[in-house]
C-alpha cells in the first residue's frame, strides 16, 4: 500500500464522522482524536519496529516489550481508578503471562527467539491478556455492589475477607474469561483474523496463515486464563480496607 492509498483510506473516517453529525451524537471529537492518535501511533511504531529488527539487539526487544506492559497496565488500570495499587498488580500479571506464554512457545520451537516473531506474538498476547484484566475489573466492582450486602453479612458472621468475596470472585473471573472463548468458537466461519488476513495480503499461503493463526488463538486460551486467574489472586484485598471492611 502507498502512502497515497493511506490517504484514500481516511475516507471511511469521513463517513463516521457525517454519520455522527447527522445524528447529533456528538462523537465527533473522540472520533477525530482516536483517528489521529492510532494514525501517528501506528507509523511511530512502524519505524520504531525498522530500527528494532534490522539492530537484531535483545535489549532493545526487552524494552519494546516492557513498554507494552506499561500502557496496556495504565490502560487496563483505569477501570479500577478507586483501588490503591491496581496499575502495580495488573502490570504483574500481564509480565507473568508473556513470560509464560511466550516461554513456551520458544521452548517448545513453536515461535522463533527473533524480533519479528517475539514482538508481534507478544504484542497480541498482551493486548488479550489487558483486555481480559479490564473486562475482570469492570465485572468485580459491579459484583461487589451488587452483592454488597451478602459479603457485609459473610464479614460480620467471621467470614475472610477470601470467604466473604468468593463467590463475586469466580463470577468475575468467568465473566472476564468468556468473550476470549466465545471469539474462538466463532473464528473462522464469522471472522477473519487480523493477523491470518495481514499474512494472506502480504501474500502468505492460506493454510500456512492459518497455522500461525491457530497457534495464536490457542495461546490466547492460556493467556486468558492465566490473566484472569492471577489479577483475582493479586487484586481481590484492594476492594477491602486494612480492617477488613467492605470499601465503599
Given amino acids: 500500500m502507498t502512502y497515497t492509498s493511506m490517504w484514500f ?40 519496529l525498522q530500527f528494532v529488527f534490522h539492530s537484531d539487539n535483545a535489549l532493545f526487544i526487552v524494552i519494546l ?38 516461554g513456551l512457545m520458544v521452548m517448545l520451537g513453536l515461535a522463533n527467539p527473533t524480533p519479528q516473531y517475539l514482538i508481534p506474538m507478544s504484542g497480541m498476547i498482551i ?12 465485572h468485580m466492582n459491579r459484583e461487589v455492589e451488587t452483592a454488597k450486602g451478602e459479603i457485609e453479612t459473610l464479614l460480620s458472621l ?3 475477607t477470601r470467604q466473604a468475596v468468593q463467590g463475586v470472585l469466580k463470577r468475575a473471573v468467568k465473566a472476564s474469561m468468556i468473550p476470549t472463548f466465545d471469539t474462538m468458537k466463532t473464528i473462522g466461519l464469522v471472522q477473519l483474523p487480523g493477523m ?8 502468505a499461503s492460506p493454510i500456512e496463515a492459518v ?3 491457530i497457534l495464536i488463538m490457542l495461546s490466547f486460551s492460556s493467556s486468558a486464563a492465566i490473566s484472569a486467574v492471577l489479577i483475582s489472586l493479586l487484586s481481590y484485598r484492594l476492594w477491602f480496607t486494612k480492617d477488613s471492611m467492605l470499601r465503599l
Fill in 9 to 48: 483510506a481516511f475516507a471511511f473516517v469521513l463517513i463516521a464522522l457525517l454519520l455522527s453529525a447527522w445524528q447529533k451524537l456528538g462523537l465527533e471529537k473522540e472520533i477525530a482524536v482516536g483517528t489521529i492518535r492510532s494514525t501517528v501511533q501506528l507509523l511511530a511504531i512502524g519505524y520504531v
Fill in 65 to 102: 516489550i516492557m513498554m507494552m506492559i506499561s500502557v496496556a497496565s495504565w490502560n487496563a488500570a483505569s477501570r479500577g481508578k478507586n483501588l490503591p495499587g491496581i496499575f502495580w498488580r495488573i502490570a504483574l500479571c500481564l509480565f507473568i503471562t508473556e513470560l509464560i506464554t511466550m
Fill in 127 to 138: 493486548g488479550s491478556s489487558m483486555i481480559v484484566s479490564s473486562l475482570f475489573l469492570t
Fill in 158 to 160: 467471621g467470614a475472610s
Fill in 196 to 203: 491470518m488476513t495481514g499474512m494472506i495480503v502480504a501474500g
Fill in 211 to 213: 497455522r500461525y493463526q
